[in-house]
């Protein structure tokens, strides 16, 4: 059961994708987000739609994994898809009953809202899929350096981010052997109504709270032993540097965003 | 005599299907015999521990079967259940599962999932708490006022206040002082007496498994390749070397004698053994040095 999150998971791997620079991979979803917001239309989201298929055919992730990380938002696909279905009162009516309708242009909006939302998490999976979650956080405070001007903690907020990744696995691994170990002594998970099942849970969270604190205990114990004080007059082991590839990807990426919107303002189809 | 608890071909496979796909169990056939105290050592990822959770039914196996009293603990969900209460488990650091406001009340939870009514809580609670060595002052305290021995020793009450027929330990000595360990192993050993319980503990100290152990597993790739009494596994030296464990430090004097040339026996694995094989090779030739 908890084995199947798979946020902040990492394939390792040495593909393109994988050797970009986690900056490149950060900005060029941002780009990425604002080209599928800002498409409309068969031609721009089969563009987008083509750029995707090429960066996961490069990654070597394999478009099953990423299908599987859909899981969890299955819900909120099909209901955005009901939703825009019925309440969309544009083009010409196809099938009508009673106050239900569906209309083509209520059809093009579920179709088009549930792919944007597919590709939309593809997308950034595919790059916390590629990135370990080391490089993304360096990555993400070097972006953010400018922010520090203006008092923001980049570097605490950065090292917090990563230490919260960092622990994801070990408080499943935690979970999974309390409940093991509450299961041997008769606990019951699974049957019961939902305030029996909340009850339930009280024998985990509690041993689970304990060692998440006292786990945070030793790691700041263990820092302050490595002199670690904060961000200031740090250094680091591995310097992030873009290389050709970095701004090429970044280049392709701009030109698909301004794609959009031309397509935008001069398409109709 | 039946085996109170075995296991026919028992096979488990993580992560099917998968390319982490790993084999940690295959066809394991596994007997425990009523009233025994029986020693599984291995080294770190041999299996010991999956074969464990296999026991009481944490784990669902991939292939074979788990036999409590010749019947299939898989049978029904009913049976399933019930033998996590016939077959008690104590996790490696058991001190981190608890929870409740008193020991009191965590030592009450196996019983209190049993059903059974207040007056045999009580009861079970305090033989329990008796069993490892707890005073009823420490019963009112918060668990997380005790120190690490005292935790370790409330968790095992707590499995122990379910009168299992089968306790399996894992590694309960892990992290202890010597103090600690004496207690917890006497503690263990009195409810073993006390109850004539089968007793299944996971080590990796060859001297109490030497001690203590009436039969020892030894568990290595998913399989048992020895078993037997601890003469019988710890004349295996060579074998169990191989396979990144040890035997007893004495046993290991006695066959370095043996390598030197002088006529010992070298499945000696007890003080009292070595005592009197020295004795005896000091009457017979004087020339022991």
Not at chain 2, 129 to 156: C, H, N, W
Not at chain 2, 161 to 166: F, G, I, K, L, Y
Request: glycine share 8%.
């Amino acid at each position: 059961m908890l084995k199947d999150i798979t946020l902040g998971q990492y394939f390792p791997g040495d593909s393109l994708v994988h050797r970009l620079d986690p900056r490149t991979k950060l900005i060029c979803v941002v780009l990425y987000i604002v080209a599928l917001f800002t498409a409309k239309g068969f031609l721009a989201y089969g563009l987008v739609f083509l750029l995707l298929a090429t960066a996961v055919k490069v990654s070597g992730v394999g478009a099953k994994a990423l299908l599987r990380g859909m899981r969890p938002v299955l819900f909120i696909l099909i209901f955005t898809g009901i939703l825009n279905l019925f309440y969309t009162t544009t083009g010409t009516v196809l099938v009508k009953v009673g106050f239900l309708q569906i209309t083509t242009g209520g059809l093009a909006n579920a179709f088009f809202m549930v792919v944007r939302i597919m590709m939309l998490i593809s997308g950034t999976f595919l790059m916390t899929y590629t990135t370990s979650p080391i490089s993304l956080t360096d990555g993400l405070e070097m972006l953010l350096n400018p922010l520090k001007k203006l008092k923001v903690p980049v570097h605490d907020l950065a090292m917090m981010m990563s230490i919260a990744l960092r622990f994801i696995p070990t408080l499943i691994e935690e979970t999974d052997k309390i409940m093991s170990a509450q299961k041997a002594r008769g606990a019951d998970f699974e049957s019961g109504s939902v305030i029996d099942k909340a009850k339930a849970m009280v024998p985990l969270m509690v041993p689970l709270f304990v060692s998440a604190f006292r786990r945070a205990d030793e790691l700041a114990t263990a820092m302050e032993c490595r002199c670690y004080h904060g961000g200031e007059g740090r250094t680091r082991l591995h310097q992030l540097h873009y290389t050709r590839n970095d701004w090429l990807v970044m280049g392709l990426f701009g030109v698909l965003v301004a794609a959009m919107f031309v397509l935008r303002r001069f398409s109709s189809f | 005599m039946d085996p109170i608890l075995e296991t026919k071909d028992l096979c488990c496979t993580y992560s099917i299907g998968t390319p982490f796909e790993h084999v940690a169990l295959d066809h394991v056939n596994f007997q425990a015999y009523p009233g025994e105290y029986l020693g599984i050592i291995g080294h770190t990822g041999s299996g010991k521990s999956t074969l464990i959770q296999h026991l009481n039914g944490l784990l669902k196996p991939t292939g074979g079967q788990v036999l409590l009293h010749g019947k299939d603990i898989w049978a029904d969900s009913k049976t399933t259940r019930q033998t996590r209460f016939k077959v008690g488990l104590v996790f490696q650091y058991p001190e981190y599962q608890l929870f409740e406001e008193t020991v009191y009340k965590d030592i009450a939870f196996g019983p209190k999932n049993m059903k059974l009514d207040q007056d045999e809580i009580d009861r079970r609670v305090h033989q329990a708490a008796y069993f490892v060595g707890l005073t009823d002052d420490m019963l009112d305290k918060s668990p997380f006022e005790l120190s690490g021995g005292q935790k370790r020793r409330v968790a095992i009450a707590g499995v122990i206040a379910m009168e299992p027929e089968v306790l399996i330990l894992d590694e309960p000595t892990a992290g202890l002082d010597p103090q600690g360990r004496e207690a917890i192993l006497g503690n263990i050993q009195a409810f073993h007496d006390a109850r004539n319980a089968t007793i299944i503990v996971v080590s990796h100290s060859m001297e109490d498994m030497a001690r203590l152990a009436d039969r020892i597993v030894v568990i290595n790739d998913g399989k048992i390749p020895l078993e037997g009494t601890p003469r019988q596994v710890f004349a295996q030296g060579d074998q169990l070397r191989d396979m990144g464990l040890n035997t007893p430090q004495l046993t290991q004097v006695f066959h370095r004698l043996r390598e030197m040339g002088l006529p010992v026996d070298d499945s000696v694995y007890t003080m009292e053994e070595a005592k009197a094989a020295l004795l005896a090779l000091y009457r017979k030739g004087g020339q022991v040095c």
